[in-house]
């Protein structure tokens, strides 16, 4: 993990911090991806500093996320300068550095999130390795004809794949097992970790 100190100049969060010695490190994880902001938010909160995060949204999964992986306090990108102290202040007495019910706010948010990213990825993790694997291929185009011959197995094998996929999916054909994987996004994103 890099972080800009100076003009060209980069160093590691543990040469900066170590460095400085600062008792607050405000992270700007608006502009990073949420797996980067939470791994990089870990990282921080185990160099016993008070961490300040910035989300582009106060309310929002991005913010939720951050609080969930540890941050002491998440504020979106619009908060007004005297809570960003405010919290600070708070933080750096002992107290805690966001107010409670914003926490709470945050948790449901991250709770429900959680949820839906499970239901979502449900009827994925239904299949086994292979049928995701032969899925992968339907939903890339190729006939059963085709996959048969890339992977070397008989039409029918395919086939009874292409069934076993329909069935866990409880769909009718494979262009609705198709439109399903793409409207849950299931080939072109990751299952969420549980931050």
Known sequence: ME???SGDTAVSIDEALGAFEP??????????????ATRSIRRLI??????????????????????????DCVFGLDT???SFAESITRGLSGREAMPMDR???LEELLRKYR????????P?????????DIFAMVYAG???DQIAEDECVSVSTVRSHIQRILVKLNVNSQIAAVALARSNQWFSSEPVGLV
């Open 3 to 5: 972080v800009a100190v």
């Open 23 to 36: 008792s607050v490190v405000v992270f700007d994880g608006s502009s990073t991806s949420a797996e980067s």
């Open 46 to 71: 185990h160099l016993d500093r008070l961490v300040i995060a910035i989300a582009s949204d106060a309310v929002s999964v991005e913010a939720a996320r951050m609080a969930g992986a540890g941050a």
């Open 80 to 82: 007004p300068l005297d």
């Open 103 to 105: 926490r709470y706010v």
């Open 115 to 122: 949820t839906a990213e499970q239901r979502r990825w449900l």
């Open 124 to 132: 994925f993790d239904e299949l086994t390795a292979r049928e995701r």
């Open 142 to 144: 190729l006939s059963a």
